[in-house]
């Protein structure tokens, strides 16, 4: 193979591959951009090196790089690995990296945050400076053992996403394994699972708790969005960043659609009469921000996370309730006080029922009886109290 010169190195258009003899090869791509790369045996190994871009690097400078891989890889030495190790994050780098890349499919803000403020706070200090490929199970422990019977909730999260940022480095070739896998097990004394419910109200007592709600210091939006949100069995994000694009009056449905949804599903809900009356009452927040609860202390902003928690505890219902709970009420009063189908209360709640076919038909087939369990349960929770 005769030798490349360096009047054709920068003449050469034609997209290809040009060898230069000894494995070292000018690659032009199809958009004239030329690189060179170096084809090599590392343990037996077909392997390819890229040596740079040119002109950035020069045929010569090329022919170097090559003859200093082929002298490394002759003395046992592997240029890639090297090459890679050069180039190895640290975990605090990492963490960044994983992070940016999932925002766009966590639809929760307060997950995104808490995803990296958990590790900021538990592993950054031990594993932060740290190269990924540097990390040991004894790293790991040092993070996970102080608060794995004290806090063991926070250590589940801090481990799974500590492997997650592994798994990140395994899949990029930094790492060959996950030191902080099933390795680590026998480390760690067992763990039970323990499902928190979230705390509910009998559902007896929802009205009398809507009827305190309604007596309280809270703002119009607040209230309204409290009882839109029971009336409706939503979660709280729904029925706080519920928009009047959203709302047919004519036809007496919420329509969400599926980014706004937990399953990514269009969910519609059948407005009871109460419900429309709220919504009615809703339009005096009206700010143009086309929101149908605003904050009225952000303008422009849907009422935070946090404001219906609020009024609960104001009103003393914290420390039996909280705003999702309300759907477990709702849930309990359908399976015990109506002759509901299964199907049809859960598909009230937005639940993920089926395969494909069963769904299509949740959402079309059952409305009509979801609006009537709506407006049975709207009629409950706006019984007179004594």
């Not at 036809?251 to 109460?274: F, I, Y």
């Not at 015990?336 to 038909?361: C, F, I, K, M, R």
Request: proline share 6%; with cysteine; glycine share 6%.
């Amino acid at each position: 193979m005769p030798k490349l010169t360096a009047a054709q190195v920068k003449a050469v258009s034609e997209p290809g591959r040009y060898g230069d003899g000894d494995g070292l090869y000018l690659t032009v791509s199809p958009r004239g951009s030329k690189s060179w790369v170096q084809r090599i045996m590392i343990d037996g190994r077909r392997r390819d090196i890229g040596l740079g871009g040119f002109p950035t690097v020069s045929l010569a400078q090329a022919r170097l790089r090559a003859t200093d891989n082929r002298q490394a890889v002759a003395e046992g030495h592997d240029p890639l690995l090297e090459k890679r190790r050069a180039a190895m994050p640290t975990f605090r780098e990492a963490v960044r990296t994983v992070h940016e890349a999932n925002k766009p499919r966590w639809r929760n803000a307060r997950h995104t945050a808490s995803w990296l403020q958990s590790l900021e706070t538990y592993a950054m200090p031990i594993l932060g400076g740290i190269p990924l490929d540097r990390i040991q199970q004894s790293d790991i422990l040092g993070v996970l053992t102080p608060i794995w019977s004290t806090r063991p909730e926070t250590a589940r999260r801090v481990r799974q996403r500590i492997r997650t940022v592994l798994r990140w480095g395994m899949a990029h070739g930094y790492i060959d394994r996950n030191v902080a896998g099933e390795v680590i097990d026998g480390a760690l004394p067992p763990m039970p699972k323990v499902k928190n419910h979230l705390r509910a109200l009998p559902y007896q007592e929802v009205p009398k708790a809507l009827a305190i709600v309604e007596s309280s210091q809270a703002s119009l939006a607040v209230r309204y969005c409290l009882r839109f949100l029971i009336l409706t069995a939503a979660r709280s994000g729904e029925a706080r960043g519920a928009t009047w694009a959203e709302i047919d009056l004519d036809e007496k449905e919420w329509r969400l659609p599926g980014s706004r949804m937990k399953n990514g599903a269009e969910h519609r809900v059948p407005l009871s009469d109460a419900a429309l009356k709220v919504l009615v009452r809703a339009k005096r927040l009206n700010n143009g921000s086309g929101l149908v609860f605003p904050s009225p202390l952000k303008p422009g902003s849907p009422l935070s996370d946090m404001t219906l928690t609020k009024v609960l505890r104001d009103t003393g219902l914290a420390e039996r309730a909280t705003v999702h709970g309300f759907r477990s009420s709702f849930r309990t009063w359908a399976l015990e006080q109506t002759d509901t189908p299964w199907a049809v209360a859960e598909a009230s709640l937005a639940h993920t029922l089926g395969n494909d076919v069963e769904q299509a038909y949740v959402r079309s087939s059952l409305l009509d009886r979801r609006r009537n369990l709506m407006a049975q349960w709207a009629d409950f929770v706006e019984q007179p109290n004594d």
